[in-house]
């Protein structure tokens, strides 16, 4: 099983949509989250950090849900500048301290 | 801003040869610095930890007499890909960490390896 699982995609939809990524990660003990965006052929970008009361940043949405170890991202009325590969990072704490990155899911937005 | 470079951005070369990237942070400085590398349609996967003035530490599964970490300043690391090979071709990121948390963790655009 992977550490950190996302749906690859991609997600293809239209400009205005409201579209969601889930992940999902295996290390109960993981300290914290985020969701970074890369485009293709760049580096990462943060994008948001996720936290357990749930968190918005304009038209993006992050909620985590620790019992579940589940982190969602929304996007609500799509831009065509969203399309990117959205990445579910987490954080393995104590000795090990380091980010663990998922596959990413790609969006398309459509004009 | 925290802006992170790489030097080369790309490279192209036979097998056998010996590759020096360059990560630095231009307008910060960065005790820890991350390397990191991506296979196509595949996360990006941590290769080693770089702490300025010490030896870096390597994850499983990564040569060490392979991959050559230096960090020698607060503002630079070099990762060095010795002998490389076709299976060696990827992107290598670094990233560099600002303070003490990781969201301030900037990435560097990235270093396209090709091995012919």
């Known amino acids: 099983r992977k550490e950190v699982e996302q749906d690859p995609g991609p997600f293809n939809v239209p400009e205005g949509a409201t579209v969601a990524f889930n992940c999902t990660y295996s290390?109960?003990?993981?300290?914290?989250f985020f969701w970074y965006r890369q485009d293709c052929r760049k580096e990462p970008k943060l994008l948001m950090s996720?936290?357990?009361s749930g968190n918005e940043d304009g038209r993006f949405t992050a909620q985590l849900n620790r019992a579940s170890q589940y982190i969602s991202l929304l996007i609500r009325d799509s831009k065509l500048s969203d399309s990117a590969t959205y990445l579910c990072?987490?954080?393995?704490?104590?000795?090990?301290?380091?980010?663990?990155f998922g596959t990413g899911t790609l969006l398309a937005v459509q004009p | 801003g925290a802006v992170v470079s790489q030097h080369p951005s790309w490279v192209i070369c036979k097998s056998g040869t010996s590759v020096k990237i360059e990560c630095r942070s231009l307008?910060?400085?960065?005790?820890?610095m991350f390397w990191y590398r991506q296979f196509p349609k595949q996360s990006l996967m941590l290769m080693a930890t770089?702490?300025?003035?010490?030896?870096?530490?390597?994850e499983q599964g990564v040569e060490k007499d392979k991959f050559l970490i230096n960090h020698a300043s607060l503002t630079l690391s070099t990762l060095t890909v010795t002998s490389a090979h076709p299976e060696d071709s990827s992107f290598y990121i670094c990233?560099?960490?600002?303070?003490?948390?990781?969201?301030?963790?900037?990435f560097g655009p990235g270093t396209r390896l090709t091995v012919l």
């Open positions: 990072v987490v954080l393995y704490g104590g000795a090990t301290n380091k980010l663990i």
């Open positions: 770089s702490n300025e003035g010490s030896k870096a530490t390597y």
């Open positions: 996720v936290y357990s």
């Open positions: 990233s560099a960490r600002k303070g003490a948390s990781y969201n301030e963790q900037f």
């Open positions: 307008d910060f400085q960065a005790t820890t």
């Open positions: 290390n109960s003990a993981s300290q914290s």
